[in-house]
């Protein structure tokens, strides 16, 4: 037995079958097609994959045909048109604007030269592969205040492609089948079942044997996690598997969720909603009929106020294994036993077949958050391997023996605070990781990213956690973290990217090449020996794959989440990739040093496809430096006491997006740099909503005109402090960052 209870949900199996305040830029979109009705759902030209289809990619390797280019989601391309002794020849060969200044993540899908992606506001386009015109476009229209219930910016991971249907999921939570001829709308379903929680959707769905499968975002809200199959011609609800136990008063929806209950503690659990969403990766498995789930953090990320008593909480955390047809539960293996840290297994997962001990093995393979690369036999859910990627403090290994990782207890943070390694952003997040089966090699985009973790005031004064509706709740002191920070930073450990060549069965590094931010993006690697990144300081590189050698390097002038892909037309190989930062780190605002600056501060935040091959001409437009300049703050007289409350108010409701201590990291607005127009319509924004339609949802319900006047005088006071710093007036690194160390 590897995991706790393991055994007994097999058995049982086979008896039963982060506060938005948002700001948008450029998101509106002239291009439009009639997306209102239903039409007929009848063949296409365009968009013809099935199931046999992606089973057999390897054989079409000039398309990529699925979220992971194949079934297996692997990230490997057999092109070697471009390759180690051409590539210094690649240059663009043409761009498109995508209309937005915010976040980019998805991943496009070519097929047959017709290119389909998403972008912020989940806005889909058909975009011809070989010219960058526009085939079509469909725009969900997703009401702007929806921002505010996403913790992690307006983004979408892309698309499926299936039986001539383009299916993906909207931020506010519906799923939408397109025709992918015409781009007209087939047909659209609410995936939400609580429409009080803020659910949404930001990863890409995945289709296969009929199926479209979609999972919800919104842990940070206070929501139970799902994951949901629906016909993939009709939309009907096929069948819904529930990643965590609901109120066992209600009775429970099947015998796994009563044997996952044992692992919760407490008399209210259920009432904070659990979390475990599954917002990301989704991997179907064709060799054993299996749909892998990778399920996230709880709600809140803090144990000891979400399940008291402790526990493993299931499936929190956890990579769990259902029938396809069914949805049935087979297995699981939960990498971080009750999560307290906000380590979650959404990251995506890889299939493969490797010799391990001199036996081959079907794997599935995962690098998530909290540090450790699994390697787990897809068979049966065992733990294989379990290698250290990146710098680990919270727990000193993983048990082989029994599955389970050895915590360190001097990292207990219910009493007084503690920096953690890897810190809610993972070793490694969301962006995409590629796998060489052949070579047992994965290139991996890796950080070392800490957070000073520190359990609530309001819960470590009374032993009561309330939670409040319409907010982020943690379970974490967010309120007080910049003095928490000051506190403690002769301690901090300095965040750092990497991109590594990393084998997952010995634990041993090829190569690391150091990157001077942690906020970097997926990646791409190929036969051609090559393997590509783009990154925070909007460096787009072509790395040796053997040897970690720069051989090739763009300037995009923007960051970059999104991972690369490539595919080839009329035998011509071509390389994409989408611009634009933002996603989970826009709380962490701009950097301190020695970490550097990203592109997304000195240049507008542009959102691009951009597309290369060997002796392409095109050339992107030079961009204007952005004006940073703080203007003078009309100060207010305010007792530091207020003041005080201020900064508290902002890091609880406003540095979610706008950045710790007024400082953005360049995708929403500065609020430091806020026109005259801004400062006396403030209430009108905060309140009223005025801006709802762009992002800025109202908070009438969460704050009062008491609590936005405090609000804004800590913005002009900490706006202030930095002018004075720009100006001269007063010596860098003596500007105040706090007013909690003072006396009110």
């Not at 015109?133 to 505010?148: N, S």
């Not at 969720?257 to 991997?283: D, P, Q, R, Y």
């Not at 982020?472 to 930073?489: A, K, P, S, Y």
């Not at 010596?731 to 007013?739: H, I, P, Q, V």
Request: hydrophobic fraction near 35%; charged fraction near 20%.
């Amino acid at each position: 037995m590897k995991i706790l209870n393991k055994k007994r949900f097999r058995l049982l199996a086979l008896l039963s079958g982060v506060v938005l305040i948002t700001l948008s830029c450029g998101s509106d979109q002239e291009e439009e097609v009639n997306t209102s009705g239903v039409v007929n759902s009848g063949s296409t030209n365009i968009g013809l994959i099935d199931d046999k289809r992606i089973l057999e990619a390897e054989s079409e390797p000039g398309n990529w045909l699925a979220h992971g280019r194949t079934y297996e989601e692997n990230r490997f391309s057999p092109l070697t048109k471009i390759n180690k002794e051409n590539v210094s020849d690649l240059a663009l060969a043409w761009y498109k604007d995508m209309g937005t200044n915010r976040a980019q993540e998805s991943t496009p899908i070519v097929v047959d030269g017709i290119m389909f992606l998403t972008s912020s506001w989940s806005k889909v386009y058909a975009i011809d592969a070989l010219t960058g015109e526009t085939v079509w476009f469909f725009d969900p229209k997703v009401p702007g205040e929806v921002a505010r219930r996403a913790c992690c910016d307006v983004v979408n991971r892309g698309v499926a492609v299936y039986n001539g249907k383009v299916y993906f999921g909207s931020l506010d939570g519906r799923l939408f089948a397109l025709n992918a001829e015409t781009g007209e709308k087939v047909w659209e379903v609410n995936t939400i079942n609580d429409p009080e929680r803020f659910y949404t959707i930001t990863g890409a769905p995945r289709a296969a044997k009929g199926k479209v499968f979609i999972g919800n975002g919104g842990a940070e809200f206070g929501v139970r996690g799902y994951v949901t199959a629906y016909d993939s011609e009709t939309g009907e609800q096929i069948w819904r598997f529930y990643t965590v136990p609901g109120d066992p008063s209600l009775g429970f929806e099947d015998p796994i969720m009563e044997l996952a209950a044992e692992t919760w503690k407490g008399s209210n659990w259920w009432e904070f909603g659990g979390g475990g969403t599954v917002w990301n990766s989704i991997v179907y498995d064709s060799d054993f009929n299996n749909l892998y789930l990778g399920v996230g953090n709880g709600s809140p990320w803090t144990r000891e106020i979400r399940s008291p008593g402790g526990g493993d909480n299931l499936f929190l955390s956890s990579i769990v294994a259902l029938d396809v047809d069914t949805g049935k539960y087979k297995w699981h293996y939960q990498t971080t036993p009750g999560d307290n840290w906000d380590y979650t297994a959404v990251q995506d997962m890889a299939l493969a077949e490797m010799n391990i001990d001199g036996e081959k093995k079907k794997v599935l393979l995962q690098a998530p958050k909290n540090g450790f690369f699994y390697v787990i036999d897809r068979s049966n859910g065992d733990l294989l391997r379990a290698n250290p990627f990146a710098t680990v403090t919270w727990a000193s290994h993983v048990d082989l023996e029994t599955g389970r990782p050895v915590e360190n207890p001097g990292l207990d943070y219910s009493e007084e605070a503690k920096w953690v390694l890897p810190g809610p952003l993972g070793a490694h997040n969301w962006q995409a990781m590629s796998v060489d089966a052949k070579s047992s090699m994965v290139y991996l985009p890796a950080q070392d990213n800490p957070l000073i973790y520190s359990i609530a005031d309001e819960y470590k004064k009374t032993g009561i956690y309330k939670r409040n509706p319409g907010r982020v709740n943690l379970g974490l002191e967010f309120g007080r973290i910049t003095q928490l920070f000051l506190d403690n930073i002769e301690s901090w450990p300095t965040p750092k990217g990497y991109l590594k060549a990393f084998n997952p069965l010995t634990g041993e590094e090829s190569w690391s090449i150091e990157i001077p931010h942690y906020w970097n993006g997926g990646v791409v690697a190929t036969e051609g020996g090559l393997v590509f990144q783009g990154d925070a300081l909007g460096m787009f590189t072509a790395y040796d794959k053997d040897t970690g050698e720069q051989l090739w390097q763009f300037n995009t002038y923007t960051s970059m989440l999104a991972p690369p892909i490539t595919y080839e037309i009329n035998g011509e190989q071509y390389v994409s990739i989408l611009t634009g930062t933002g996603g989970g780190d826009l709380f962490s605002g701009e950097p301190l040093d020695p970490v550097q600056k990203p592109a997304s501060l000195n240049y507008n935040n542009a959102g691009r496809l951009l597309v290369f091959k060997l002796n392409g001409t095109e050339e992107l437009p030079q961009p204007n430096l952005r004006n940073r300049d703080i203007p003078k703050q009309n100060l207010s007289v305010v007792s530091n006491g207020d003041l005080k409350k201020g900064e508290i108010l902002y890091h609880d409701f406003c540095a979610g997006c706008h950045g710790l201590v007024a400082r953005s990291g360049g995708v929403i607005p500065d609020l430091r740099l806020m026109a005259q127009g801004s400062h006396e319509g403030f209430d009108l924004i905060v309140l009223e909503g005025i801006l709802s339609s762009n992002g800025m949802a109202s908070f009438s319900d969460v704050l009062t005109k008491e609590d936005t006047n405090l609000i804004h005088n800590y913005v002009k006071a900490r706006a202030n402090q930095d002018r004075l710093v720009a100006t001269g007036e007063i010596e860098a690194g003596s500007e105040r960052l706090t007013w909690l160390d003072l006396e009110d």
